[in-house]
């Protein structure tokens, strides 16, 4: 059997998200047993289909079906559209109908993150929006708790609903201490409720 990892899927345009998920990644390896996946998704045309390479130049590779259906928890991440997740997750997602089917992702642990350019530019309807398709598909939901300092002291991103980042309207604000820490905490708390859930399935 494989060992067990969470899946931090996402789409990044100018980078925030993508710094985002590699703090929860750090986040998730420094809970021990538990390995991060970092995978991405292409962009799509506005016919709604995919329009990128098979493989990326760079970063994380493109995510799977079995990546998904395999993983042990999930953190899902996008840009701020409108409010609403970016349309490529959503077209990913939209292709998840199989794993909805079978219910491959039922009771594993979810979390969501996003990145807006203003600091009231539709960051917690995004989260939100990203977690609509988690709860059909039956998966367990972890927020940030008050308990974490940096969710009282945070002046830039960071919500109870997940994290996240203001990257101005340049896009070239870089991740404050407190978004880096709430990235960090939510990480590791995703795989400490990953870890405890596949003990109790005897994974």
């Not at 990044?12 to 996946?37: D, K, N």
């Not at 799977?64 to 959503?90: E, I, V």
């Not at 600091?119 to 367990?140: D, F, N, R, V, W």
Request: hydrophobic share 35%.
């Amino acid at each position: 059997m494989s060992d067990p990892y969470i899946l931090i899927l996402y789409y990044s345009r100018t980078g925030s998200v993508a710094q985002l998920a590699q703090y929860i990644a750090r986040g998730i390896e420094s809970a021990g047993g538990i390995e991060a996946r970092l995978r991405t998704v292409p962009p799509v045309s506005n016919t709604c289909e995919a329009v990128d390479k098979a493989i990326p130049d760079s970063g994380a590779p493109y995510a799977t079906l079995d990546d998904l259906r395999y993983c042990s928890g999930l953190a899902l991440g996008s840009p701020t559209r409108f409010g609403n997740m970016a349309s490529p997750l959503k077209y990913f997602l939209d292709s998840t109908s199989a794993l909805w089917l079978a219910g491959d992702l039922v009771d594993k642990p979810a979390c969501v993150f996003s990145s807006s350019a203003s600091m009231h530019g539709g960051q917690e309807t995004t989260l939100l929006s990203m977690m609509l398709p988690l709860l059909h598909h039956g998966m367990i939901l972890v927020g940030v708790p008050y308990s974490q300092p940096s969710l009282n002291d945070t002046v830039t991103g960071g919500t109870p609903y997940g994290v996240t980042h203001v990257s101005g309207v340049a896009n070239n604000q870089p991740l404050s201490q407190d978004e880096i820490n709430l990235a960090k905490h939510l990480g590791e708390r995703l795989a400490r409720t990953a870890l405890k859930l596949n003990k109790k399935r005897g994974d």
